[in-house]
């Protein structure tokens, strides 16, 4: 997923068991290879290019030659490069252990270059370093940290006369009302299948951890499960938007890219995601205001809590053309003025602190909720292997279009958790 994922403050009897585990289109900035030319591809669609031109700015000479793409296409095609020998010198590579682009299934197999060494890597917070890690060794420049909610368009909310809910209640009564001024709640991208966790992570996060913060560490023991937890709750409620009209029609049919135009132009009130988004609607619709909530999930404002985590970083590929430009560009990325603009392009926070950036007004409520210790990290970050989200996001995908059931996904991602690393 391109996440992405603000602080995830990850108990150290976590992390320890996570590292226990371990062992689109091309943008040229010049043609051709040498040792002035750098190899980059991301998944940062529309924050990189400002980064790229700075970095080139910084290094007369320079030129750095990329490649952006969504998380699934990049998810694949990275490890098929990195396995060929044909792979970037720079590569985006997401936290923890949950996808197949993640720091510790890419550097398990030796793809990824250890950047212990960096002078960033001792400067990282404890929460980030411990996904950014595997057997203590640092793999992942995590320049950034992201949470999902609630992405509301400020002037289609006035126009429908309508305000954020900050309960269950009052959330299910919005998306009534919503539907019935004829502007759903939120608009869902569910063809591009890394979307179809972001509303249930929001979910999960308070029905959950809100009465157990120590529910990953039950499941590593093996004395919780999926099926059996309030992750079924959470799956229910999800569903319960879908059937109350939460969403525009065919989620299924409407990809990313798509949801983001409902939401920018107030076809729909806002869209469920990661603060990333944020930059995004404003692209499409530059005299909009975007404003990122919790979403509820219980009718007790104060236990809501928000999936907040490290974003996806970059790594170094162990093999690069070009290693000595690949961690020039990587220390750029976590350098103030690298780390600020990625930031300040996804209406994301940094990573590392004494960066003296100010955060936008749009993400008032989330950095509340950090300074409150009312988050959790994004879910997939601390599950045993890759397979676990994968099965997840098909499993949605046959929800929606009818072929799945609650009860059958979360069986099956219980089979593939218990399955270890």
């Not at 990850?10 to 226990?20: C, D, G, Q, R, S």
């Not at 529309?46 to 910084?58: L, Q, R």
């Not at 960033?120 to 996904?131: E, F, L, R």
Request: aromatic fraction near 8%.
């Amino acid at each position: 997923m391109k996440t992405r994922t603000l602080t995830a403050l990850v108990a150290t009897a976590t992390a320890t068991a996570l590292l226990a585990a371990c062992g689109g289109g091309t943008k040229s900035a010049s043609g051709g290879g040498g040792s002035k030319t750098l190899t980059l591809a991301s998944v940062d669609q529309g924050s990189i290019e400002d980064v790229v031109k700075a970095f080139e700015k910084a290094n007369p000479g320079v030129k750095v030659r990329y490649t952006t793409s969504g998380a699934d296409q990049y998810q694949q095609q990275i490890r098929t490069q990195l396995a060929s020998g044909t792979a970037p010198d720079v590569m985006s590579v997401w936290p923890g252990n949950g996808n197949p682009g993640a720091t510790h299934v890419l550097a398990k197999p030796g793809y990824l270059r250890d950047l212990s060494d960096q002078p960033w890597a001792a400067k990282m917070p404890a929460a980030i370093k411990s996904v950014a890690q595997c057997e203590g060794k640092t793999y992942n420049a995590i320049f950034g940290q992201n949470g999902i909610g609630a992405v509301y368009n400020e002037q289609a909310l006035k126009k429908a006369g309508l305000t954020p809910p900050d309960t269950w209640t009052k959330l299910l009564a919005f998306c009534r009302d919503a539907k019935a001024e004829g502007t759903p709640a939120f608009a869902l991208g569910n063809q591009d299948n890394w979307v179809t966790q972001l509303v249930l992570y929001a979910l999960v996060a308070t029905t959950v951890y809100g009465p157990d913060r120590t529910f990953d560490q039950k499941m590593q023991a093996g004395r919780a499960t999926f099926a059996k937890s309030q992750w079924a709750t959470a799956l229910d409620k999800y569903l319960t938007m879908e059937k109350t009209g939460c969403f525009q029609k065919n989620p299924l049919g409407t990809n990313y890219e798509a949801s983001q135009q409902l939401a920018a132009t107030g076809k729909t009130l806002g869209i469920v995601q990661g603060n990333w988004v944020i930059a995004l609607l404003k692209g499409k619709n530059p005299e909009g205001t975007f404003t990122l909530k919790a979403l509820p999930a219980t009718d007790t404002p104060s236990q809501t809590l928000v999936p907040a985590a490290a974003g996806a970083g970059y790594g170094v590929n162990a093999k690069a053309k070009n290693p000595e430009l690949a961690l020039k560009f990587v220390k750029f990325v976590m350098s103030p003025q690298g780390m600020n603009l990625f930031v300040e392009k996804q209406g994301g926070l940094p990573s590392l602190p004494d960066t003296d950036y100010r955060a936008d007004a749009s993400l008032t409520e989330l950095s509340a909720f950090v300074t409150a210790n009312r988050t959790v990290p994004f879910m997939d970050q601390l599950w045993p292997n890759a397979k676990v989200q994968q099965t997840m996001l098909s499993g949605l995908q046959e929800i929606f279009s009818g072929q799945s059931t609650p009860e059958q996904l979360l069986k099956d991602m219980d089979s593939d958790y218990q399955a270890g690393s």
